[in-house]
């Protein structure tokens, strides 16, 4: 039973800063990215930040400056660091994890999600 396990969310006021952790019970060398996505009441959940297994990362325009995405292989977890956060960073916050099993078999695991509430 593979499992996401998230944590770090919560309430903030604008300008404070949270930092989001999800650990994997995924094999260390099958994975190829780990991100993080969220979905705001009444939006589309989408892609804000991910680092591959080279630790190239990649940013929503909405979030670059602000939050940091970073990795600890031997831990098996990624994290967000999020500064600077706005009323409009407020969402559910997904981990997501993809690589290939030990078979070739593609997988593409997502977290319960976290809540992160900004208040004004």
């Known amino acids: 039973q593979v499992q996401l396990v998230e944590s770090g969310g919560g309430l903030v006021q604008a300008g404070g800063s949270l930092r989001l952790s999800c650990a994997t019970s995924r094999s260390a060398l099958s994975i190829r990215s780990m991100g993080w996505h969220r979905q705001a009441p009444g939006k589309q959940r989408e892609l804000i930040a991910e680092?591959?297994?080279?630790?190239?990362?990649n940013y929503a325009e909405s979030v670059k400056g602000r939050i940091t995405i970073s990795r600890d292989n031997a831990k098996k977890t990624v994290y967000l660091q999020m500064n600077s956060l706005k009323p409009e960073d407020t969402a559910v916050y997904y981990c997501n994890v993809k690589g290939y099993t030990t078979w070739g078999d593609k997988y593409d695991d997502w977290g319960q999600g976290t809540q992160v509430l900004v208040s004004s």
């Open positions: 680092i591959t297994s080279g630790r190239r990362t």
